[in-house]
């Protein structure tokens, strides 16, 4: 693309949107449409809304794709002829109510539901020593949820000094991914009046590496991930260490913050984290998961690595009872069917990491249309859900670029800017 083309296409953007935290100009508040401190749009003085700031769009990255082969710009050949409408198994919104539980039970196979506990919690903490700095914080509270084994996740929740809203976002950072995509995206929330409760995997960042031998528990065991089969049994899976904070963590602020909604973004593992909780928690309002996951027969195609497997948590073969109810393309529509709902997807055609290439087109298409039809009310004609992909070019990066960034805070501006 030629500079002159270059700027033709991001100029109006760019005459927009006061850069943010974000890295990236692109928010409602730029475009000369009514915001609040917050960054939410307003009503106008007759009470309208005003019309909607332009989504941001950016072109690819010519120098990152001159870099990549072929495979990061075609699509594979084995997802060639796969019919994704035949692989899903929901077609109506009582499907999708139906399946939910059923999947939960899987998680909690004590219980079969969603745990109804709430963490202890330590209010006004100081600045955690484990966290990147952030400005505009009013205070820290610190979140301990008590689980299976001795183990003892932490969840810290950070609170704005601006707070314009009763919104709140989880952000959660995956298998220990540099806190700078953690410190942008938060700094970007908070600085949008987003109140915001922070996440990590089970033995990364700021949770503890040890737990409970299956066997004897006075002998602390140091596992990873592709461990965790050991503490597999028929009335406990640890699924339940990776999904069972955010639940709790969800209790807690729908009974103290008594939020208008609840949204969720993550990378990587947090990405994996932020497709499978709003599948199986309504609460979650919106949800923007990051290079966290592909459908099973998508992955042998991502170029790097080749086949792409996930971990432990994310693989058919060691999750044969929840995989087995539903793949990917389903469990993306219980995060979006709903009242209010949606998830944007967003993967990095250039990831350094994984779940890159441009497989996704294979069903993008697809699970946008079936998850239109199920959300459509016949009554009101109102869409109750929504889905779509974002992939992003712009970079080569295991990352949310500070251009994803811009769109999530786009669509949160967009979409839920009418809430109180």
């Not at 509270?141 to 929740?157: I, N, P, Q, S, W």
């Not at 050991?230 to 899976?237: F, G, K, Q």
């Not at 109810?325 to 069917?337: G, H, K, N, Q, T």
């Not at 967003?346 to 087109?361: A, S, T």
Request: aromatic residues 8%.
């Amino acid at each position: 693309m030629s500079a002159m083309k270059r700027r033709s296409v991001l100029g109006a953007f760019g005459t927009l949107a006061a850069t943010t935290a974000t890295g990236w100009t692109a928010t409602a508040a730029a475009a000369g449409t009514p915001t609040d401190a917050g960054g939410a749009v307003t009503e106008t003085p007759n009470g309208a809304r005003p019309q909607p700031a332009p989504r941001p769009v950016a072109p690819v990255n010519a120098e990152i794709a001159a870099a990549h082969t072929a495979a990061y710009k075609t699509l594979p050949q084995v997802v060639v002829g796969v019919d994704v409408e035949d692989l899903m198994k929901i077609h109506t919104a009582e499907d999708a109510e139906a399946l939910r539980p059923q999947l939960v039970a899987q998680v909690w196979k004590d219980t079969g539901v969603l745990p109804t506990g709430l963490p202890t919690v330590h209010r006004d903490v100081g600045t955690p020593a484990e966290l990147p700095a952030f400005t505009g914080v009013r205070r820290y509270d610190k979140l301990e949820v008590a689980m299976r084994f001795g183990y003892v996740a932490t969840v810290f929740l950070v609170e704005p000094v601006q707070r314009t809203h009763r919104r709140i976002a989880f952000y959660h950072n995956g298998h220990g991914e540099p806190l700078d995509t953690l410190q942008r995206t938060t700094q970007g929330l908070l600085d949008h009046g987003y109140t915001v409760l922070l996440f990590a995997m089970p033995f990364y960042h700021w949770n503890p590496k040890t737990l409970q031998d299956p066997a004897d528990p006075t002998v602390q065991q140091q596992p990873s991930h592709n461990d965790l089969n050991l503490w597999e049994s028929a009335e406990y899976s640890p699924l339940a260490l990776f999904l069972e904070p955010l639940a709790v963590a969800m209790n807690h602020v729908q009974a103290t913050e008594r939020p208008s909604s609840v949204q969720m973004i993550g990378l990587s593992g947090g990405g994996w984290a932020t497709t499978i909780y709003p599948a199986l928690d309504p609460r979650i309002t919106r949800s923007y998961p990051t290079a966290g996951s592909l459908p099973f027969f998508v992955r042998p195609g991502s170029p790097k690595p080749s086949p792409t497997r996930g971990d432990w948590e994310q693989r058919q073969d060691k999750q044969p009872g929840f995989y087995g109810l539903a793949d990917f393309p389903d469990i993306y529509a219980l995060a979006a069917v709903g009242k209010n709902r949606r998830q944007v997807q967003i993967l990095n055609r250039f990831d350094e990491c994984c779940f890159n290439g441009v497989g996704h087109r294979s069903y993008e298409a697809a699970v946008r249309q079936r998850i239109a039809v199920i959300g459509t009310d016949a009554t009101s004609n109102e869409a109750n859900g929504h889905w779509e992909l974002l992939e992003d070019a712009t970079h080569g990066d295991h990352t949310i670029s500070p251009y994803a960034l811009s769109v999530i805070l786009w669509d949160l501006d967009e979409h839920c800017a009418h809430l109180p």
